[in-house]
């Protein structure tokens, strides 16, 4: 018994010891060198790619995305003048966006860099007893004047970063139908977008930015 209660002793010393491990391991800095060089200035966002079931999360993700790109700095070509310009050139899915070439974007809209966005969740999630609506996009950045590869990053937010965790049942029932009433979504989808841009390994701060980036 006492050797068992010695191994318990020394297992959760090492789960511990693991944890605060991982808590003190800094996040690797991104190698920005490519970004540095090429210095893009206008961007081009391309329809998000969706990987969900909500049929609103390409759009949804799309439109929260140009602000803040805004303000980091960039100048983002309008959504609408891009989505219609795609549609009239018989592009009329995400996917045939991103798969045209980079010099072909660079020539019908004169931007510098696409980015490229991946909508791997979008929605909510009803478990036993919380509800929870969950946004993650997977993002890079290429130079459409040489094809290169200038950044890639990903970001997730939850409304359960807002909520109290002992909501019980009925209060998981609430927030459900209250995020099928008001697309809470939309709004989750800002907050994932901001921190894709503004994450410490995100973009950097564009040529318009207010303190632009220290090379």
Partial sequence: MTNLKSLIQRLAAVAVLAALTACATPTKPYDYTAFKEAKP?????????????????????????SMPLGEAGYYVLPVTLVDETLRSNGVTTPADAHNIEAGKLRQIFGADAALY????????????????????????LVDLRSGTLLWEGKATASSAEQQNNNQGLIGALINQIVSNLTDRSYDIAGMAGNRLVYAPNGLLPGPRARQPVKN
């Fill in 117 to 140: 966005v991946d909508v791997k969740q979008y929605g909510s999630v009803y478990k036993v007893l919380t509800s929870e609506t969950i946004v993650e996009m997977h993002a890079k």
């Fill in 41 to 65: 200035a206008t961007l081009l966002v391309l329809p998000p790619l969706n990987e969900t079931p909500d049929v609103n999360a390409t759009y949804g993700v799309l439109s929260n995305l």
